[in-house]
C-alpha cells in the first residue's frame, strides 16, 4: 500500500507535459504471480521542449526489468527507477523516439483491486483513476491520448478468452499450451481506459445495427454457468445503444463491444473503451436472484457506463479535477435514459431521494467539496455523489435554464468541438454559452461552490390589488476552505394553483427574471410580483426539484395539504407530503426525548391513506408516499443534537398509527396486488410489488405478527418479494421463530451464490437496535464472508454502518470501535475500500454529545494508526478536521 503520498493537488498548477505519446504497443505475458509487460512508448517531444528535459514516467509498486530508447540500453546514469517513478534523463536529440519498458507484476498479490489482478482466477483491469502506473511506467494523466495495440498471452487452459480495448485483430496458438490474442483500439485513449481481461468465462452474444447501418458484435462475459443471468443486462445494453443514438444523436464507434462482470470489483463499472468491466451485481439478474431495485440498477449502469463511450472516452477530461465534466454528464444521461425507459416522475423521485440521502449530508459535513474541487489529495476519494449527483444536478439545470433545444444544440456543439480532446468545466459551459448567446459565468458557480443553498421564501397576497408576491431568499454556508459565498443563479420551476386545483396564469410578472414556469432567482434576496391573480394561490414551487437545494418555505400546513392531493407535478406532490411527514415526525422526536408520546395527527394519517388508495395514480408512485422518510432523513432535517433512539421510536409510532388507521383497506389493496401470471422485471410490475411490499411492512405492524410475512416470503416466486418479506420478518420479528426459519431457509437455498447472499448479509445488519453490533461480529466469521471482496465488506459493514441508525449509533459507542479497528483490517488490503466505508462517520458532529464523543474517539485512533493508507489519512483527516 502506498503509505507515503498525502502530496496536495491544485487544479491551478496544471501544466502539459513536455512529452505526449501517441502510440503504445504492450505484450502482456500472463502467468498468475509473474507477469512481464512490455511497454514500447512511441514518444514525441512537444515544440520547444529543449532535449534536455527529462522524462518523468508515473509507477506504482512497480518493478524494472529492462529498459531501452531507440533500442539502447542506457548507462546507469541514463535513468533512475523506482517502483514510484522512472525518470530517464538521457534522451536522443531528435523530437521522435521509442522508449521500452519491461516490467514485472503480480496479479495474485493485488488486493487493492487496481492496475492488473485476479478475480476468482480471472485476469482484469482497473486503471481509473491512477492503476494503469501499477502495470507499466506511463505518463498516467487523462490529457495523453494514445493509440493502443495489445497483445496478450496466456495459458489457453487457464485463459481461453483473451479480451482488451479496440477490435480483435488476431489470434494464434503458441508454444507450451499458450495462446495469444492481438487487439487494437484506433481510438486514441486516456491510459485510464486501458482494460485487459483474461480467464475461463462464459458469454451471450448478440448484435445491434447502428443507425448508419454497421454491425457491431456485442458479447456479456460472466463466470460458467451464469449466462441466463446477463440476458436482461444485454437488452438493457442494446436499449441504450438505440436511445443514445434517437436523443444525443451519438452511435458507436468499434466493431464490438464487451462486458465483463467480475465478482472482486472496487466500485459499480468501469468505462474501459470497447470493454466496460463491471461488478457482477451490476450485471446478473433473473427473477429467483434480482430484486427490482437490482433490475433498475443494472439498467442504469450498464447504460450509464456506454453513455460513457461518448462522454468520457470520446471526449475525456484534461485533469482529474475535471472529474465531473464525464461523469456528471453521464449520470444525467443514465438519468434521463431511465426516466425514458420508466416513469419519469416515479424516477425523478427516487433521484431526489438518492440525492438528499447521500449528496446533502455529503454538503453538510467535513468532506464537502465544490462537483469541481480545486485541491485533492487523493483522487479516488472524490468519486462522490457530490461529483456524481450534484453534477448531474447543474447539467439538468444548463437544460432548464436553455430548454431543451438550445440544451441539445449545445450538447452537439460539444461533441462537434471537442471530439478527441481532453476537456475542462470551461469548454463544457462556453458550448451553452455560445449555442444559446446567455452568459453562464455566475450559473458556473455551481461548478465552484460547495454546501447546498438554502432557499428560503415568503408570500403576500394582496386581494384589493390582486397582486402575489413572493419574496425569495438564498443563503450558502461556509464549507471547508470556502468561507464566504456569492449567490448563484437559480432556476425555481414553479406554478400557482387556484382554489379549484387549476393553474392560474398571472397577467404579468414584475422582480425577479420569470421566463415560462420558471423564476430566475440571481440575487441574494428578490422579490417576484405577480399582477392579475383574482384569488388567494397555492404556489408550488421547486417543481421537478429543479435545483439541488434545501426549501425553508412558510406555506402553511392547509396548502401543504392542497398540494399533496392537487398539485399537477408528481414531484410537487411528494415534496409538499414528505414536508408535512417530516414535521410531525421531527415534532414526535422531541416528544420522545422529553419522555412523551408523539401526538398523532389524523390528518396526516387520512392523507397517506388517501393517496394509498388512488387507482388513478401510478402504484409505485403510491408506494413512495407511503414509505415514510427514512431515520436517516429525519436525522438530517433535525441537523443536530441527534437521537437515532428517539428518531426510530417517533418513525414507528407514526407508522403504527398509519397501519392501524388503514389497515384494512390496506389488506384489500395488498390482495388486490397479489401477483398473477409470470414475473415481470417491467416498471408498471415493479411498481405494484413495491406498493405491495410497502402494504406488507404496514399491515404486519397492524396485525402484530410475522404470519403475512411468512405466508409471502413462502409463497414468493421473486426475489422482489422474497427479500421484503424477509427484511419485514427479521426487523419486525427479529427474535421469532418465523424470521429465524426464513434466514435458515435463504441460506440453504442460495447459500452457494454470494452475491445473492449478500442480501442475507444486508437484512441482518439493517436490522435495528443495539444488539446488531453482536450479530453482525458473528457474521464476519460466516464461510461466505471476507472483509477481502468489496460487495461482501460493503453488504455486512457497508450496510451496517450507513443504514442502521441505531445499530451503528449504539449510545455506548461498541459499533463505532468495531467499525475503526474494521477499517483498519480492510485499509491493509484495500485502502479504496476503507477510505469509502469510513465516509460513513461523515456527520458524526449532528449526533447528540455522548455519541459524538465515542465517534470522535474512535476517528482519533483511526488517525493515530502507522501506516495508515493515503486513501483513509486523507478521509480521517479531513472528517476530523
Ligand atoms: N468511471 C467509473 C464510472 O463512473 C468509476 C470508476 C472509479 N474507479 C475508481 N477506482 N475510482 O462508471
Ligand atoms: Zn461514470
Known sequence: ???????????????????????????????????????????????????????????DDLNLVALTVNGAALGDNGYQATPERLEITQLPEQDRFTVEIVTEINPTTNRQLMGLYRSSGVYCTQCEAEGFRRITYFLDRPDILSIYTVRIEASEAEAPVLLSNGNRQETGDLADGRHFAVWHDPHPKPSYLFALVAGSLGHISDSFTTRSGRKVDLAIYVEHGKEPRALYAMDALKRSMKWDEEVFGREYDLEMFNVVAVSDFNMGAMENKGLNVFNDKYVLADAETAT???????????????????????????????????????????????????????????????????????????????????????????????????????????????????????????????????????????????????????????????????????????????????????????????SRKKPMHIPIKFGLIGSDGKEIAPASATGAEVAADVIHLRQRKETVRFTGVTERPVPSLLRGFSAPVTLASELPRDDLMFLALNDSDPIGRWQALTKLLTAKLIAGVKRVRGGKAPVIDTDIVGLVGEITADERLDAAFRALCLTLPGESDIARDIGNNIDPDAVLASRDALIKAIAGAHARPFAALY???????????????????????????????????????????????????????????????????????????????????????????????????????????????????????????????????????????????????????????????????????????????????????????????????????????????????
Request: hydrophobic share 40%; net charge negative.
Open 1 to 59: 500500500m502506498r503509505t507515503d503520498t498525502g502530496q496536495l493537488f491544485r487544479l491551478e498548477d496544471y501544466r502539459p507535459t513536455d512529452y505526449l505519446i501517441p502510440q503504445i504497443s504492450l505484450v502482456f505475458d500472463l502467468h498468475p504471480e509473474r507477469t512481464i509487460v512490455r511497454a514500447i512508448l512511441s514518444i514525441e517531444r512537444r515544440e520547444g521542449v529543449e532535449a534536455s528535459a527529462p522524462l518523468v514516467l508515473d509507477g
Open 292 to 482: 427490482d431495485a437490482d433490475y433498475a440498477g443494472i439498467e442504469a449502469v450498464i447504460a450509464h457506463e456506454y453513455f460513457h463511450n461518448w462522454t468520457g472516452n470520446r471526449i475525456t477530461c484534461r485533469d482529474w479535477f475535471q472529474l465531473c465534466l464525464k461523469e456528471g454528464l453521464t449520470v444525467f444521461r443514465d438519468h434521463e435514459f431511465s426516466a425514458d425507459q420508466r416513469s419519469r416522475a416515479v424516477k425523478r423521485i427516487a433521484e431526489v431521494k438518492t440525492l438528499r440521502a447521500h449528496q446533502f449530508p455529503e454538503d453538510a459535513g467535513p468532506l464537502a467539496h465544490p462537483v469541481r474541487p480545486r485541491r485533492y489529495r487523493e483522487i479516488n476519494n472524490f468519486y462522490t455523489a457530490t461529483v456524481y449527483e450534484k453534477g448531474s444536478e447543474v447539467v439538468r439545470m444548463i437544460r432548464t435554464i436553455l430548454g431543451p433545444e438550445l440544451f441539445r444544440k449545445g450538447m452537439d456543439l460539444y461533441f462537434e468541438r471537442h471530439d478527441g480532446e481532453a476537456a475542462t468545466i470551461e469548454d463544457f459551459v462556453r458550448v451553452f454559452e455560445d449555442a444559446s448567446g446567455q452568459n453562464l459565468s455566475q450559473f458556473a458557480l455551481w461548478y465552484e461552490q460547495a454546501g447546498t443553498p438554502n432557499l428560503s421564501v415568503s408570500y403576500d397576497y394582496d386581494a384589493a390589488e390582486k397582486t402575489f408576491a413572493i419574496e425569495l431568499e438564498q443563503s450558502l454556508k461556509a464549507t471547508p476552505g470556502q
Open 671 to 881: 390482495d388486490a396486488l397479489a401477483n398473477n401470471g409470470t414475473f415481470s422485471p417491467d416498471a408498471a410490475s415493479a411498481g405494484r410489488r413495491a406498493l405491495r411490499n410497502s402494504l406488507l411492512d404496514y399491515l404486519s405492524v397492524a396485525e402484530g405478527s410475522p404470519s403475512r410475512a411468512e405466508a409471502q416470503y413462502r409463497a414468493a416466486d421473486n426475489m422482489t418479494d422474497r427479500a421484503a418479506a424477509l427484511s419485514v420478518l427479521v426487523h419486525r420479528f427479529g427474535d421469532s421463530e418465523s424470521a429465524g426459519q426464513a434466514l435458515a431457509a435463504f441460506e440453504e437455498r442460495f447459500g452457494g451464490d454470494p452475491l445473492v447472499m449478500d442480501k442475507w448479509f444486508i437484512v441482518q445488519a439493517t436490522r435495528p437496535g443495539a444488539a446488531t453490533l453482536d450479530t453482525v461480529q458473528a457474521l464476519m466469521h460466516h464461510r461466505l464472508f471476507s472483509l477481502d471482496n468489496p460487495n461482501r465488506a460493503r453488504a455486512l459493514i457497508g450496510a451496517f454502518a450507513t443504514a442502521n441508525q441505531t445499530g451503528f449509533n449504539r449510545a455506548d459507542g461498541a459499533a463505532y470501535r468495531f467499525f475503526a479497528d474494521t477499517i483498519l483490517k480492510i485499509d491493509v488490503e484495500n485502502p479504496q475500500l476503507a477510505a469509502r466505508l469510513l465516509t460513513a462517520l461523515r456527520s458524526w458532529r449532528s449526533l447528540e454529545p455522548v455519541r459524538r464523543d465515542h465517534a470522535r474517539a474512535a476517528l482519533a485512533q483511526i488517525a493515530g494508526t502507522e501506516k495508515l493508507s493515503a486513501d483513509v489519512k486523507d478521509i480521517v483527516e479531513r472528517t476530523l478536521g
